[in-house]
């Protein structure tokens, strides 16, 4: 092995005490975060303790702090809130409170915290943290803890999670439970929808997130709303008229329909609150439309945690044990965040200042700096709802004479349509005129080919499947006529949205250009497929909805296994030959085992596994649940993993198998999947408007460089054009799967979490960055 590798056996926690409490506002999430901080501190060898209610529980002592086993977690994963509870404490900001706080701490012999929670509740922890060699001291002299425990717990550290609804945290990506409330919020919307279609009714709806408008802003962008208002960018004056001018054309534009979204903490210029009872007065005096508001309120922060959130926290979780493992008396506290894909450690306060900062900025006015302190990701997710919300009149449509063409290619999967609207859109905004095909490169050498309008995709987002038809034919046999087809229609570019045969026919495409001049335009491909199989890309488009349906449908058998005991369930997920959804989705359902064909796996495994799950059923636990990929063993197949299971198992454990099958690829998208297609795809069209410039010349279009065919796949964090050509070194093709797939690291993580001994690789993680370095770097963030 390497001798730069770092693995986590050399890390022993023997002798450490971890306590773990949430505080503040509850997030969806949280358990799986909990869950992780005990299972992996029992795993390194550390007593785990939980802290109840939050600071309170810390500060009240007693039975708040109690030693966690790795049964007392069991079935957290999926349930929403916080187990271990959370409470907004007082007591906590005085000193007398700390002081009795560090005095319970000492008692029970811990030394390190990890916090799950907000800004506040992180600052709390730094102060007690800064205070506590001070409040040691205060306790020796006082006699309740003597010299020597003073000096056996003189170093206190702290890890931070941020647990928030409202992803109002600096240097994050993404908190601990922002995609659930965003899933709560679009099941609201999408319901809404189909009685205000029946009534012609005028929506307003107020979502959470205090001063930060993210959940307005990517539930506005998820659900195609016709308006939306945020604290960062208040409306300029004489907005009321606008936006009724905006409803009132959209209604002749036969839209029987209008949702508004309104964030809590929304203001105009003059910091004054626009409320919703403000808007549907509005509404009803100027334009008499029917107009019901709707508050969600606290339906948001409940229900399951959505797979993202589940995931994010279980990663978080096991990242934050790995940093207390490795501080030393000088290490700042700090928080573990996600950056794209990666596990990052940023320092506590830095984060803590430039969160105040924005709010520093909101209250002085200067709303464009706020929006650029919330980050990359925020000002892209508002400049694609600008781009997609101003459907301009002809007049000022800087018309070009470019036709371009999107077509689905390959399994249909959800979120296409969403990229499909926003490509449209984006296309007539930036003034070409858009044509949709049918059917994939099927329909395209039939000649279904027809223009598509503005209002034509409207309400596509929320839908799933692809609504333009897809088909997994391949173009090369057909060449001629698409070349036919791509003459008589005038075809300037193509915009291909699909799974893995949509990067072959892109291929092809490229290659029968030396014969057919027609193909010589802009081609780009956007990875859509719920296998995350595409090269390239560490996402799909579909992928995220398809984890959900496993996700919940494993919850719903873990039920069932739970209620019979002593049951395990054997269940074969998609896939093709990529373990993503094994993986990943058994991340997330809090699995025994995933097979898959990147990791070959023989009888000694199968075996070693029925031990295990035997030795489990002696436990509390009495259920197992094995997910296997679909294409992970051409003779381990699921019956006979089901059949060898039941065999070895006899008298121990009964087995069940499942096949999820084609539910994984219908549904309504998540609201992951829908930002993603939208923005993924605007992005796409913006490309080919730059490269239908660049190649246009004496009156028509001509690309023949490798450059002109590209995919568009995100990479880390950044939305990176690649050439088609030149990702072919990166695959197998025999089973259309990537050489190097980044989510393999995370299977050791599944490992641990369900009580194997693995070897882990952190070399990726304990690097302390900064900030600043940190937004500097994000330049095409998504």
Not at 280 to 300: A, E, N, P, S, Y
Not at 556 to 561: G, P
Not at 686 to 710: H, M, P
Request: hydrophobic share 40%; charged share 20%.
């Amino acid at each position: 092995m390497p001798d730069n590798k770092k693995f986590m056996e050399n890390l022993s926690g023997t002798g450490m005490s971890i306590g773990v409490l949430t505080s503040g506002g509850d997030a969806q999430g949280m358990n799986a975060a909990v869950r992780a901080v005990v299972r992996m501190g029992i795993y390194v060898g550390a007593k785990v303790y939980f802290i109840h209610e939050g600071y309170q529980g810390m500060v009240d002592g007693g039975d708040n702090i109690k030693e966690a086993s790795w049964e007392s977690v069991s079935s957290m994963l999926q349930v929403g809130g916080t187990v271990i509870g959370s409470a907004r404490c007082k007591d906590f900001r005085t000193r007398e409170g700390r002081l009795r706080a560090a005095s319970n701490l000492v008692l029970h012999g811990i030394t390190n915290l990890c916090v799950i929670g907000g800004d506040g509740s992180l600052t709390g922890a730094n102060l007690f943290r800064e205070e506590w060699s001070e409040l040691l001291d205060e306790l020796v002299q006082s006699g309740e803890i003597s010299e020597e425990a003073a000096q056996t717990h003189s170093v206190l550290h702290i890890v931070g999670m941020v647990g928030s609804i409202d992803n109002d945290f600096c240097g994050t990506d993404m908190t601990i439970g922002t995609d659930s409330a965003l899933h709560r919020i679009i099941e609201v919307v999408d319901a809404i929808m189909t009685t205000a279609q029946s009534h012609q009714r005028t929506f307003v709806l107020e979502v959470m997130g205090r001063h930060c408008g993210y959940l307005a802003l990517v539930s506005a962008l998820a659900c195609g709303a016709d308006w939306v208002l945020i604290p960062e960018m208040p409306p300029e004056d004489g907005w009321e008229e606008q936006m009724c001018h905006k409803l009132s054309e959209n209604r002749a534009d036969k839209k029987r329909l209008n949702i508004i979204i309104v964030a809590e903490g929304a203001i105009d210029q003059s910091n004054k609150p626009i409320t919703t009872d403000y808007i549907k007065d509005l509404v009803v005096r100027c334009l008499g439309f029917d107009t019901r508001v709707t508050i969600l309120g606290h339906v948001q922060r409940g229900g399951t945690p959505s797979a993202f959130d589940r995931i994010l926290a279980s990663r978080m979780g096991v990242e934050a044990v790995l940093a207390l493992l490795e501080a030393s008396p000088g290490t700042p506290a700090c928080v573990v965040s996600l950056c794209g894909n990666q596990a990052v450690r940023l320092p506590l306060m830095e984060c803590v200042q430039m969160t105040q900062e924005v709010q520093k900025a909101m209250d002085e006015k200067r709303f464009d700096d706020a929006m650029k302190l919330r980050g990359r990701s925020f000002e892209n997710n508002l400049h694609t709802y600008k781009l997609l919300s101003h459907h301009k009149i002809d007049a000022e449509v800087p018309h070009t004479s470019f036709n371009v063409a999107v077509l689905n290619v390959g399994a249909p999967a959800a979120g296409m349509n969403a990229a499909v609207r926003s490509a449209v859109r984006v296309g007539i905004t930036e003034g070409h005129t858009m044509f949709a095909v049918n059917d994939g490169f099927e329909g395209f050498y039939k000649g279904q080919i027809k223009e598509i309008h503005w209002g034509d995709v409207g309400g596509w987002t929320g839908q799933g499947g692809s609504l333009l038809g897809t088909k997994r034919t391949l173009p090369a046999k057909h060449i001629d006529k698409i070349a036919e087809q791509m003459r008589i229609h005038n075809i300037n570019a193509l915009l291909v949205i699909g799974g893995f045969e949509a990067y072959l026919g892109l291929m092809e495409l490229q290659a029968a250009r030396s014969k057919h001049a027609e193909l010589c335009v802009p081609m780009v491909m956007v990875p859509s497929t719920v296998s995350n199989n595409i090269p390239g890309s560490d996402l799909s488009i579909g992928a995220d909805t398809a984890l959900n349906a496993i996700t919940s449908t494993c919850d719903r058998i873990k039920q069932s296994a739970s209620g019979t005991k002593r049951r395990v369930f054997i269940i074969e997920t998609m896939g093709g030959y990529c373990g993503y959804l094994a993986t990943v989705g058994g991340l997330a359902a809090g699995a025994d085992a995933a097979y898959i064909y990147e990791e070959p796996f023989d009888i000694r495994d199968l075996q070693s596994n029925v031990e295990h799950l035997t030795e489990k059923m002696k436990t509390s636990i009495q259920r197992g649940l094995v997910l296997r990929n679909e294409n992970s063993s051409e003779n381990y197949t699921t019956d006979f993993i089901y059949q060898l299971y039941s065999e070895e198992g006899k008298g121990v454990f009964d087995c069940r198998k499942n096949v999820l099958g084609h539910m994984q690829q219908g549904g309504t998208p998540s609201p992951f999947d829908r930002n993603f297609g939208t923005k993924i795809a605007a992005k796409a069209m913006q490309w080919i408007s730059k490269k239908l410039n660049e190649f246009y010349n004496e009156g028509r279009v001509f690309a023949n460089t490798e450059d002109s065919a590209c995919l568009l796949g995100m990479r880390r964090r950044a939305l990176v054009f690649q050439p088609v050509t030149q990702l072919k070194d990166e695959i197998d093709f025999v089973h259309r799967i990537p050489k190097e797939q980044w989510w393999l690291k995370l299977r050791p993580l599944m490992k641990i979490l369900a009580k194997y001994k693995t070897s882990y690789d952190v070399s990726d993680s304990g690097q302390l960055e900064h900030i600043a370095r940190l937004r500097a770097k994000d330049h095409s963030a998504i």
